[in-house]
């Protein structure tokens, strides 16, 4: 192939919805695409992929490949990685892209070794100013930002969520689909799944939700976020804190925003009695709208937010909540 | 360094600076490329920590289990490392050279050279944390796994031993899954196996006498570390979205709850 190709990775959701930190990083991939003058392509690998694959073509790909085998039904590292670079053997990538999940968290270095290639994770901007691909991610606590070249090929990205903005679908099919079908070899897989267990503890999905309502210490304790989860409900917001409620066990440690735990992006981000510690800073600050209520005026989050309220939570929120409440209805 | 009777654990911990430091203290050195902290200590990687942990954990079941924390980079400092062996761990292991300067070495060169170290030893398990807390790359521990042959589990919030495996407790997106690997594995853990356990003054005294060993890179049979395959170009400051905070007031906190909900209405927020 000529012109280069820049291979976006697919994610769908068990209702086969795709996922939009993928759609993200297919827009990330048609930037390149766009830049380089090369071809845009995905790939997606399940047990059932038909619907995903004919969904996909109605974003501008030239090129939709799908991977299916019953082995890929749910995530196993080994037979993910020998498809995917199966794939990437044959269709000869500059550049491949995906969102920064749980599932890429263990794949995308896997596919590094495997292709003995660079990875750059969490990366935020695409730079082409100097004519050669840059890739640049936060450091530091989010407080450097980090621009890199990949020296090998092909480059292989993982992209934050929230950082691009997502494709948008067209009316009209375009692309070719083509089904590949490396060898999987499942005769060694080191680590099986011995069980499943799903913990259903949150209705609204941190790392998707457009909205968050996030607590802090200032809350007190579990019946300040209970009163939290009262106006995540109301705005169909996702319930997110700081680390130490999740320390303190005042809510399930999934829930932690910041360094240590899940970095978001929503379009709103509520933070209720919430300092404004760097670590947490680094898992929020991208969110497109802030809204900070604390009875600190010095408080650091005041330094992010776009609104602010200098006041107990206990007194503000309710007048808060019963007002959306009424704008809402 | 394993002497046939208990399991031999190893912990790979980054000294990082202070990751709470405030934001002015990560100074950018443009010309070497380089990011300078001044005026914050060096600790130990938060996401480190969450993995000698989970190691501890291991040792409160299989008493006899040895646990040796190993370190690379340029100078490693064992006041900073003195928190790992105060927690529980038996020994330090660092691996010292000029060349071995984290800002300058991809996730791929660093576990080249730690895969070295770890060929050395007589292992069983190899715990390591997700990511570094000053580059986030995520990338050593299942790159450690590939250069050694030998399994890499991902975000374990739970690691026991049964017999020659390991069964791991993995973060999914709406649970977990119980993975069994044979020994020898490489464990990354996720930040919810728990925060490493504050140690006793007994304890902490006790750590200055255990043994602290520092290897060349001779002494791995090396060199050099290899050849980056992800290259720094350049560092910059992200802007900072500070002072454009709109303070929402009114008579009363209450007043003020409300006032906010018609602000955000107003302005198409909601």
Known sequence: MDEPAILAFIEFSPDRAILPVSLEALSAAKQIASALQGTLATLVMGADTAETTQDLKFYGVDAVYSIEHPLLASYQPECFVSSFSGACKHIGPKVVIMGNTLTTIDLAPRLACSLDTGLVTDCVEIDFSS?????????????????????????????????????????????DSIRLDPAIDADFIPAPVVERVIEVQEVVRLETANRVVSGGRGMGGPEGFAQLKELADLLGAALGASRPPCDL??????????????????????????????????????????????????????RMADYGIVAKYEEAVPAFRDALKELLA | ???????????????????????????????????????????????????????????????????????????????????????????????????????????????????????????????????????????????????????????????????????????????????????????????????????????????????????????????????????????????????ACTLIDGATAAEAGRNLALRLRQDKVI
């Open chain 1, 131 to 175: 004519g050669e691909i840059l890739f640049a991610k936060p450091v530091f606590s989010g407080n450097v930002l980090a621009t890199f070249a990949i020296a090998s090929a092909p480059a292989i990205v993982t992209v934050r969520s929230r950082a691009f903005e997502p494709l948008q679908r067209m009316d009209i099919a375009s692309g």
């Open chain 1, 249 to 302: 066990g005042w809510i399930f440690p999934k829930a932690q925003i910041g360094q240590t735990g899940e970095i978001v992006a929503p379009g709103l981000y509520i933070a209720v009695g919430i300092s404004g510690s760097t670590q947490h800073i680094a898992g929020m600050s991208t969110s497109k709208t802030i809204v900070a209520i604390n009875k600190d005026p010095q408080a650091n989050i005041f």
């Open chain 2, 1 to 243: 360094m394993k002497t046939g009777k208990g399991l031999h654990i190893i912990v790979c911990i980054k000294q990082v600076p202070d990751p709470e430091g405030p934001r002015d203290s990560f100074v950018i050195n443009s010309e070497a490329n380089r990011v300078e902290p001044r005026g914050i200590p060096p600790v130990l990687s938060l996401f480190d920590e969450n993995a000698l942990e989970a190691a501890l954990r291991i040792k409160d079941v299989h008493g006899d289990a040895q646990i040796t924390v190993l370190s690379i980079g340029k100078r490693i400092s064992n006041a900073v490392m003195l928190k790992a062996l105060s927690a529980g761990a038996d020994e330090l292991l660092k691996v010292e050279d000029e060349r071995l300067d984290p800002g300058s070495l991809d996730s791929s060169a660093i576990a080249a050279v730690l895969a070295c170290a770890i060929k050395q030893l007589d292992y069983d398990l190899v715990l390591v944390g997700r990511q570094a807390a000053d580059w986030n790359a995520g990338q050593v521990g299942i790159m450690i796994a590939y250069r050694l042959g030998i399994p890499a589990i991902t975000l374990a919030r739970k690691a026991i031993l049964d017999g020659e495996a390991v069964i791991v407790e993995r973060v999914l997106p709406d649970g977990y899954e119980v993975v069994r690997s044979a020994l020898p594995a490489v464990v990354m853990t996720s930040n919810e196996a728990g925060e490493l356990r504050y140690p006793s003054m007994i304890q902490r005294r006790e750590a200055k006498n255990k043994p602290v060993v520092t290897w060349g890179l001779g002494d791995i049979g090396i060199d050099a570390p290899p050849a980056n395959k992800v290259v720094l170009k350049r560092l910059s400051t992200p802007a900072i979205v500070t002072g």
